[in-house]
């Protein structure tokens, strides 16, 4: 082989100027920033976590794990304290449960509709609709729950005592129809990504709509809508605004939806807005409460990728 | 491109080395019928087309089609691309009824009903009228259960083992897979998909299959085993194919018809019928210049 030096290619040669005559400052710089962005959310979040653990350990130095987990009365912040975290976690069950009763049909039954039965006109309108429905802030819902909700509640409750205006029920409704949009839109991705083919083919051997939707398309989506259910359910575990505001505060150990409760998350406003002095155990428990949210969202997510990974049907 | 003026037709001379092989085994002796070579006698009429054509809004896709679809032959429909050929190939089963905007305009008779009456039910007339897809499209479900989605929606809820084996046999497929129907349908070739894909139109027990390309994404060796079994299920069942493959027009089918696209005034295209007849006639002796020029390779 001739040896030619590359970096001075002949003036006029299609060649000339392929070689790279200066390093492209603003190209790593580019990379650097975009690199930066990424690292940064990722440690943002480990510090969160972190930030959890020192406090919590400390909180249970003071009560056993057992105490905590197993005790059905919560009353930290009385003398003397109790720290049975059962009844505020089963609060934030009850209400997530009613929430979902309502979001998941609701939700899967507008996101079949747009995508199997809407024409394009219907859809452009109906959905970014229901995407506003996101964008209400949930102090708004809260006062809806109160104001709105809440007295429904008690004029229609079929059991027994009537509800008072706070109840799980009328925070659990309100809840639920916040994360409609959740449910709705992101299913709705799910079933629209399902390849046209699929569903032709479903026609093509005489399958009526609703067999088309329920048959070849959801479960082809099964994945998608596992995947917008957890984060549905994830904002309802997570969400503090409208339990706060509607669901009465009442750390009770019940299941009756009628009864005022208290939720993880409302405890943790409630405490965190009183004048708790740092390092006290109501501080603390404050973090051991948020780390149980933690480890509950965090299991609940890993559960679901397990369900998800057995039934998803993969197409392509 | 100009020798190919002076030359005999293409497809008579077997151009193409790859589907060279297929060519001769359609027309070896014990092949099923020897479908080229055979002089298609008159049959009863399946469809009926007159005077049909294929908006979509306001723009005509394919116009003024007359033809009549032999029972128990092979139809192939041979254009250039965009001619229209899938459109009206979607017509026969009221696929385009997923379209919006479609509309469908002229008579299109079904053993003498119009199957675009308002009362008809297009669900019936698609258990009747199977189709097989351009890409193998099976569900994204066991082998099993593919098969025999198509008679679970029908309301059939026995002897689905039977009918699922009956269907894969049928499709020269149940060899192949009898040992692992529980897996996915995703599992297999894309030949043994599109052999599935036909299984489950047969286990619904159609009256008419439609494939559109149902070649086009197979390798050469697929593809013969797909024509094979369209010959042999000829014997059964009245086959409509629209290909790009004049050769495979050629080897299967035993009427052809050349659609081709006319530019119109305003510059838009619109497709037409030119031709209907039997194969051999269409490829050896063309009544009209233009299908010459598009079988010769003159165009398209």
């Known amino acids: 082989m001739s040896t030619i030096d590359v970096t001075v290619p002949v003036a006029g040669s299609p060649a000339a100027g392929i070689v790279r005559t200066k390093h492209r400052l603003g190209e790593r710089l580019v990379i650097l920033s975009l690199a930066a962005s990424a690292g940064l959310s990722i440690a943002v979040t480990v510090g969160i976590v972190a930030s959890l653990v020192q406090p919590s350990v400390s909180f249970f130095r003071e009560v056993r794990l057992g105490e905590f987990l197993l005790g059905t009365t919560w009353a930290p912040l009385f003398t003397p304290p109790s720290f049975g975290v059962v009844p505020i976690v089963v609060g934030s069950l009850l209400i997530t449960g009613i929430a979902t009763l309502v979001a998941v049909p609701l939700g899967l039954g507008a996101a079949v509709y747009l995508s199997e039965y809407a024409d394009q006109r219907v859809r452009k309108v109906v959905k970014p609709a229901l995407e506003l429905l996101e964008g209400i802030p949930t102090v708004v819902y809260g006062y809806f729950a109160v104001s709105f909700v809440g007295p429904y509640v008690q004029r229609w409750w079929p059991l027994g005592d009537t509800p008072g205006v706070f109840s799980a029920l009328a925070a659990g409704l309100v809840m639920g ?7 709705g839109s992101l299913s709705e991705d799910a079933l629209r990504a399902v390849p046209i083919d699929l569903r032709r083919g479903g026609y093509a051997l005489g399958a009526r709509r609703y067999e088309v939707a329920t048959r070849v398309t959801v479960p082809a989506a099964l994945s998608g ?7 549905s359910v994830s904002r309802a575990i997570g969400e503090t605004m409208i339990v706060f505001i509607a669901a009465g505060n009442t750390p009770n150990l019940t299941f009756n939806p009628g009864e005022a409760v208290q939720t993880m998350t409302a405890f943790i406003a409630q405490a965190g807005t009183g004048d ?10 404050i973090f051991a409460v948020g780390s149980l949210l933690f480890v509950m969202t965090f299991v609940m997510n890993m559960l679901s990728n397990r369900v998800v990974a057995r039934y998803r049907e993969v197409y392509d | 491109m100009t020798d190919a003026l002076t030359q005999p037709p293409r497809v008579g001379a077997g151009a193409g080395a790859t589907t060279g092989g297929s060519v001769a085994s359609v027309r070896e002796p014990d092949a099923v019928s020897g479908a080229v070579s055979s002089v298609p006698v008159p049959t009863d009429v399946v469809f009926e087309l007159r005077d049909l054509a294929v908006y979509y809004g306001d723009v005509a896709a394919v116009e003024g089609v007359d033809l009549d679809v032999p029972a128990r032959r092979i139809t192939a429909l041979i254009g250039p691309s965009g001619c229209g050929k899938s459109t009206l190939l979607r017509c026969l089963n009221r696929m385009n009824d997923l379209v919006d905007g479609a509309r469908v305009t002229g008579r299109l008779a079904y053993y003498g009903l119009d199957l675009y009456d308002p009362r008809v039910d297009p669900v019936e007339v698609r258990r009747r009228i199977g189709m097989v897809f351009q890409k193998p499209n099976p569900f994204p479900k066991s082998i099993y259960d593919n098969i025999a989605f198509g008679p679970r929606v029908n309301g059939v809820r026995r002897n689905l083992d039977d009918i699922v084996e009956k269907a894969l046999t049928d499709a020269a497929l149940w060899d192949e897979v009898k040992d692992k129907l529980r897996s996915s349908a995703f599992a297999l070739s894309g030949g043994q998909q599109q052999r599935l894909c036909i299984a489950r139109c047969l286990a619904v027990e159609p009256d008419v299959i439609l494939m559109d390309e149902p070649c086009s994404a197979l390798d050469p060796i697929a593809t013969s085993r797909i024509e094979d079994l369209m010959v042999e299920l000829r ?8 290909t790009h493959n004049m050769q495979q027009a050629a080897r299967v089918s035993d009427y052809t018809a050349f659609i081709t696209t006319d530019v119109r005034d305003g510059g838009s295209r619109v497709g037409h019928l030119v031709e209907f007849d039997a194969t051999e006639k269409l490829f050896t002796n063309p009544s009209d210049p233009r299908t010459e020029g598009y079988i010769t390779g003159r165009f398209g």
Not at chain 1, 177 to 183: A, D, E, G, L, V
Not at chain 2, 236 to 241: A, E, Q, S
């Open chain 1, 276 to 285: 708790l002095p740092q390092g006290s155990i109501g501080y603390k428990t």
């Open chain 1, 225 to 231: 809508i596992v995947a917008a259910f957890v984060l």
């Open chain 1, 177 to 183: 129809i916040m994360i409609i949009p959740t449910m």
């Open chain 2, 235 to 242: 014997e059964r069942y009245t086959i409509v194919i629209v």
